[in-house]
């Protein structure tokens, strides 16, 4: 089996995680280390590998509040500690609810198709395939959107999704909301 086909039968696995009903992994590479969990304890697993970092984001991004704000819940719930100014923050919320950082608007995102696609697309990467492909130069005949489009299409599950370049701007849309080298 060439390596085309073992990326294609993880991301075939990762799309049909898609199409179950099973909790989703979120993926996020915090100061060159990568996290996973299920999404209901990956904030609290961003808490305590960069505390700081999540804070300060959390105070400019709507998303990261979120995550602040689940990771403190499942802290509690778990007995876990929590940093003092996650607190701080935390309390300041329940004493003034509007003081969330202000959503950028927009679509509601799938963030489960979101997830899958970007796992899709790290397991591209790491097997050498590179995620978009250079349209001017064509040195990369397949690339990782492709796959990701191929099994999308073999499983039915396209979404209203054209092609691999629609693959592509999903890729660089979370690129930028979620660079690599500081998710």
Same mark, same amino acid.
């Given at each position: ?16 995680? &898609? +199409?179950?009903?099973? %909790? ?7 100061? /060159?280390?990568?996290i996973? /969990? %299920? ?5 609290? $697993?961003?808490?305590?590998?960069? %505390? $700081? ?6 105070? +400019?991004?709507?998303?990261?509040f /979120? ?15 929590? !940093? ?8 300041? &919320?329940?004493?003034? !609810?509007?003081?969330? !950082?202000?959503? $950028?608007?927009?679509? %509601? #995102?799938?963030? $489960? ?16 395939i590179? !995620?978009? #492909?250079?349209?001017? +130069? ?21 979404? #209203?999704?054209e ?8 890729w ?9 080298? #500081?998710?």
């Amino acid at each position: 089996m060439d390596n085309h086909e073992q990326v294609k039968d993880k991301v075939r696995l990762i799309f049909n995680s &898609y +199409t179950n009903d099973s %909790p989703v992994i979120d993926i996020y590479q915090i100061k /060159g280390e990568w996290i996973m /969990g %299920p999404s209901d304890e990956i904030g609290y $697993k961003i808490m305590e590998h960069d %505390p $700081k970092g999540m804070i300060k984001n959390a105070l +400019t991004s709507n998303e990261w509040f /979120g995550k602040l704000m689940e990771a403190i819940a499942y802290a509690d719930l778990n007995g876990f500690d929590v !940093p003092k100014e996650a607190r701080e923050i935390d309390a300041k &919320y329940k004493l003034d !609810p509007n003081r969330i !950082p202000k959503s $950028k608007g927009g679509r %509601p #995102k799938d963030m $489960k198709f979101i997830t899958c696609v970007r796992a899709a697309m790290l397991e591209c990467i790491n097997a050498g395939i590179q !995620p978009t #492909k250079n349209e001017t +130069t064509f040195k990369h005949p397949v690339c990782g959107a492709d796959i990701i489009w191929d099994v999308l299409h073999e499983l039915g599950i396209e979404k #209203k999704i054209e092609d691999s370049f629609a693959i592509m701007r999903i890729w660089s849309r979370e690129l930028r909301r979620f660079p690599l080298d #500081k998710t």
